[in-house]
């Protein structure tokens, strides 16, 4: 039994990584699918026909004459992932909008729906069913059947419980422990996780450039909040239930002033959009209502503020700044990433807040515990939630669904349930 199990799991990760190479390069031809994933000709002309078979892959270019890789006067066909066999959705909940973007197998998505919604005012048990309806309706729109939709990834800003599959707090909703996982599961009969918004950043990041971002990477998100995907040993780490990595809710000063979490002196109570607009209009004072959401041109007015001289806008965005470079400091003091790189919208301000950063960054750690880390501030686009939910959910596909050769295999080992 126990070797029935073995050869299960080696078959079963085969497949898997041959999936996930045609993911990460595109179409191949076997002989270099081969090189890639290290299979050897015979289990590569095995899985191949068993994927054509279950319609996951297809081959294209038979009548390619000029192809690079023609061998011996014959064209050598490519070998890719088949658009058609499933779908898979997106969903990113963020304060008072939600956007859905559809996806096929090969990951091309749909234009991503945006849509309004009230969330932070909503009844917790309405939620859930409000998003099923908008996917079913949006879904129709498109042409796309329900039943074709294998996976559901959702991603949300605030912290995200992968166990449970609800949202325990999110500055998004005035309520706590919002159920999302069940009621979209009963509505939809659509299997669907469950994430933070800074981790599939993260993930995106390690799937554009795996060799650059997967190692160990931070990825500090600046914004609405202050959020971190943590790239550990090449893969993005969520702790016990996915409530990791929430470096904007570690304590910067007891006591301080106001966070969206209902405590005082957190990172982002003095680093997120609206920590740094409280520190320019209001001191901090804690009579500034901090779940209202700071709109994007009041925080362009207060940059523009700071970039022509005035001392109080220059003076919050400092201030933001060396709270961040002092928790970035403890963050290198604790995992040694070889980068840390900032995204989100917030880093349109980093060059009001870089000498505050590195100033704190100096007096906060030894030059040698710093002095290999590389920084990077990327581009933001929100699309890199999207992208990163759909890459996370797809992977998830390829590994733990079409890996197993059967929808919903469970493998048994040991006595131990391994899917
Ligand atoms: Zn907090």
Known sequence: MLKKANSDLVRRQNRGL???????????????????????????????????DEGLVY??????????????????????????????????????????????????????VKLR?????????????RVANEIKANARKLGIELSSITRIGIAVQGVADTITGEIPWSPAFRARDIPVVKPLERILGIPCSIGNNANMIAEALIAADRKKYGGNT??????????????????????ANGRAAEFGHMNHLPDGPLCRCGRHGCLEAFSADYGIMRMATNGQGNDFDVHAAVRDEEMRELELA?????????????????????????????????????AGPGTRAYDLMKDSIWEALRRGLVHDLRKYVEFEVVPYGKDMITTG???????????????????????????????
């Not at 931070?218 to 702790?239: E, K, Q, S, T």
């Not at 400092?318 to 963050?331: D, K, P, Q, S, T």
């Not at 939910?389 to 295999?409: P, S, Y």
């Open 389 to 419: 939910t759909l890459v996370e959910t797809l992977r998830h596909l390829d590994r733990d669904v079409f890996a197993t050769g059967q929808k919903g295999t469970v493998l048994e080992f040991s006595g131990r349930k391994i899917a």
């Open 18 to 52: 041959f999936l996930e190479t045609l993911r990460q390069h595109g179409p191949l031809a076997r002989i270099t699918l081969g090189h890639r994933t290290g299979l050897s000709p015979a289990s590569i002309t095995s899985i191949s026909a068993q994927l054509i």
């Open 117 to 129: 919604m009230d969330t932070y005012e909503i009844p917790k048990e309405e939620f859930g069913p």
């Open 218 to 239: 931070a990825v500090v998100f600046l914004g609405h909040g202050v959020g971190l995907g943590l790239i550990l040993n090449g893969a993005v780490y969520d702790g």
């Open 306 to 342: 700071a970039e022509s001289g005035d001392t109080v806008a220059i003076d919050a965005f400092n201030r933001a700044g060396e709270v961040l470079g002092f928790g970035i400091a403890r963050l290198i003091a604790l995992i040694n990433p070889q980068r840390v790189v900032l």
């Open 59 to 112: 081959s294209i270019g038979e009548d390619d004459a000029v192809s690079a890789e023609t061998k011996r006067g014959r064209p050598q066909t490519r070998l890719a992932l088949n658009p058609k066999a499933t779908n898979v959705l997106a969903v990113s909940i963020s304060v008072d909008s939600i956007e859905l973007a559809f996806a096929d197998f090969s990951g091309a998505t749909h234009a991503p």
